[in-house]
């Protein structure tokens, strides 16, 4: 899921943290891509990876198919384009049931993150 966004990519990033804290969950890590290239004399445009998610939803998922964890925590890449607009592109979480085969008993927590994750990433990008 690819949304374009009014902000750029710290204030997405620092708007997507304050939203996930807020709803409860917790952030496991930011990884700036672009903070790396540099560190290793090659560029890139504005870059970043968070990781975040509740355990105890993971947890129902992984119940139901431990492979789930691979894809879990739940992430969200906040990136600059080529023509200097921002996004936000995160996993649907439909196709995480898919992948991982999840059976009926994960359906309500797959609508309830995904209409979660659609609500902040809406909120983040001023969509």
């Keep these: 899921m690819t949304l374009i966004s ?24 930011r990884i700036d891509h672009a903070a790396n290239a540099a560190a290793v004399g090659l560029t890139l ?12 939803s993971g947890t129902v998922l992984m119940h139901d198919e431990q492979t789930a ?3 879990l925590p739940m992430r969200a890449l906040a990136w ?17 049931a898919r992948r991982h085969d999840l059976g009926p008993d994960s359906a309500a927590m797959i609508h309830a993150m995904e209409t979660g994750m659609a609500s902040i990433a809406r909120t983040v990008t001023g969509n």
């Design 6 to 29: 009014r902000r750029c990519v710290p204030d997405i990033v620092d708007a997507l943290v304050a939203a996930v804290e807020k709803a409860g969950m917790t952030v496991f890590a």
């Design 45 to 56: 445009r504005p870059t970043v990876l968070v990781l975040f998610g509740n355990p105890t």
């Design 69 to 71: 964890g691979l894809d």
């Design 80 to 96: 600059e384009d080529e023509n200097g607009e921002y996004w936000l592109t995160y996993n649907d979480l439909a196709w995480l």
